[in-house]
Nanobody, 119 residues
Framework: QVQLVESGGGLVQAGGSLRLSCAASGNIFGINVMGWYRQAPGKQRELVAGITSGGTTNYADSVKGRFTISRDNAKNTVYLQMNSLKPEDTADYYC?????????????WGQGTQVTVSS
């Protein structure tokens, strides 16, 4: 089992910044990808950014150039630095951890942290 605990959400004005943190604990050895997803009211959950165990990153087009995902392996923590926030970034943000096994993928999720961007 893997436990993921997010923090850092809150209310910010458009153009502002927030940094989300995701602390992983438990059986974390072998996590292949960690990522941040978000879900706005009435919308499907979408990938925001991901980072592999090797450090390769990918981003949704809507956040490229504004958000940065990073990881601190010593602290077992993944961060999402969000700059130039827009009202459309308002959502619940979830941390995820993926294990790519031989026949399936196993996903773990955090409880989510709310981000509200006011105009």
């Amino acid at each position: 089992q893997v436990q993921l605990v997010e923090s850092g959400g809150g209310l910010v004005q458009a153009g502002g910044s927030l940094r989300l943190s995701c602390a992983a604990s438990g059986n974390i050895f072998g996590i292949n990808v960690m990522g941040w997803y978000r879900q706005a009211p009435g919308k499907q959950r979408e990938l925001v950014a991901g980072i592999t165990s090797g450090g390769t990153t990918n981003y949704a087009d809507s956040v490229k150039g504004r958000f940065t995902i990073s990881r601190d392996n010593a602290k077992n923590t993944v961060y999402l630095q969000m700059n130039s926030l827009k009202p459309e970034d308002t959502a619940d943000y979830y941390c995820s951890a993926k294990f790519f096994l031989s026949l399936r993928t196993v996903d773990y999720w955090g409880q989510g942290t709310q981000v509200t961007v006011s105009s």
